[in-house]
């Protein structure tokens, strides 16, 4: 099974403090998903970037897939409280789609 | 709006029982998937369906079984549950052919204790 990796694993931080979450694979993917999850609720997707170097930006969070398509990273600019839960990154492994491991974050008013 | 609903959204249980745990989903998505949440290893994927009939092994499917008799669920039974099966146990549900771009819609979860 291929496998995402993701770091930090947990992150604590100030409002207003930036901070970036790395999703890792030594695999090639033709896409790659970020989703997040509030507690007691599913995940829900925030961005799917798809050509190598791409980058979307969503309000405050910075998206960027790797040239080489194996990597990702999630940049936010100033984080709030409201940005509090856990960060997914996910590839689909033909048609399955595989999660990382998670990213907890927990931002401190 | 449409949305995808699980029940119960807490069980707890003992070992060797049946439990079955239910899904619904009113987007009329002909994907459905069912996914195990445990610490240290994400999200990890039981059993999928791409349509009424259609069944498939995932990742992690023993002791678990799925039926597919309508569009709208995919009710997931554990045979006889076993306390490794303790977990939070999502739901969900995509559209079109499944591949590089589908979006997967989640369910709240449903958080399983077996004691």
């Known amino acids: 099974t291929q496998l995402l990796e993701q770091s930090p694993q947990f992150l604590s931080i100030q409002e207003g403090e930036n901070l970036t979450v790395y999703c890792n694979s030594s695999?090639?993917?033709?896409?790659l998903q970020w989703y997040r999850q509030e507690p007691g609720e599913g995940p829900v997707l925030l961005v799917t970037?798809?050509?190598?170097?791409e980058v979307k930006k969503l309000k405050r969070l910075t998206f960027q897939f790797g040239d080489a398509r194996k990597d990702s990273s999630l940049h936010i600019t100033a984080a709030q409280p409201g940005d509090t839960g856990l960060y997914l990154c996910?590839?689909?492994?033909?048609?399955?789609?595989?999660f990382g491991t998670g990213t907890r974050l927990q931002v401190f008013p | 709006d449409a949305e995808i609903t699980q029940s119960p959204r807490h069980k707890i249980t003992e070992t060797g029982r049946q439990v079955t745990l239910a899904c619904h989903q009113t987007?009329?998505?002909?994907?459905m998937f069912w996914y195990r949440q445990d610490l240290g290893h994400g999200l990890r994927l039981i059993h999928y369906?791409?349509?009424?009939?259609?069944?498939n092994k995932g990742e992690v499917s023993d002791g678990y079984s799925v039926s597919r008799s309508n569009t709208e669920d995919l009710p997931l039974t554990l045979e006889s549950a076993a306390s490794s099966q303790t977990s939070v146990y999502f739901c969900?549900?995509?559209?079109?052919?499944?591949?590089?771009?589908?979006?997967?819609?989640f369910g709240p979860g449903t958080r399983l204790t077996v004691l």
């Open positions: 970037v798809v050509t190598g170097g």
């Open positions: 987007w009329n998505h002909n994907n």
């Open positions: 369906s791409y349509g009424v009939h259609d069944t």
């Open positions: 996910a590839a689909y492994n033909t048609d399955k789609l595989i």
């Open positions: 969900a549900s995509s559209e079109g052919f499944v591949g590089s771009y589908n979006e997967q819609f």
């Open positions: 695999s090639v993917f033709s896409s």
